[in-house]
């Protein structure tokens, strides 16, 4: 039993394609944990504003019609990050959908969650050695966790954040779960952190003046 109080976000993107600021994001769900149980759930379509590919409708079941008309990236970002606010964030495979959402805060100059993102896919190969492979839907097969659907993004964030809880059990020692810095460390990779822009004026164009 985890001792300590935990709360945390677990996010997911669905998106056109696997480039980030090329590719468009055209879902995103957002589910904070709170002492491994659900608390709260940011879910919604995105229009992404051009065609999505058959391929990527194939994988996640997202079509045109389904995002026709949905609000656009920029007008969603801030809302999101609203809901992260400062908690720890996590994703399987986090560096792809931080990599999406950091391309879209740039692009557009946003707000942005200010929370540490850790991977559970790195930590997942560490705590699980030997696994066929550590697909998400593998890893939670493998842990029993029970599922529905998968390649939506609230559902998959549901899946990240139950794997997450799961593996904090496993690398706890008498129930305290390791501090941050052993977190990062057991990821084997840099830290990763959305950036934090502080929107610049632009500049009034002089010939409006005329």
Sequence with gaps: CIKKYMKFIAFDLETTGTVPGVD???EIGAVRFLNGEVEAVYSTLVDPLRPIPPGASKVNGITD???????????LL?????FCGEDLMIAH??????QFLIA???RFETSAPKGLVIDTLSISRKVFPGLANYKLGTLVQHLKIPTTDFHRAEEDATYAGKLFFELIKRISINGQPPNIEN?????GKPELRFPQIKRQPKQMDLFSLL
């Design 183 to 187: 977190l990062v460390a057991l990821t």
């Design 65 to 75: 019609d389904m995002v026709r008309g949905k609000a656009k990236i920029e007008d």
């Design 24 to 26: 468009q994001i055209v």
């Design 93 to 98: 495979n986090a560096p792809f959908d931080t």
């Design 104 to 106: 879209d805060i740039k």
């Design 78 to 82: 801030p809302s999101f990050a609203e």
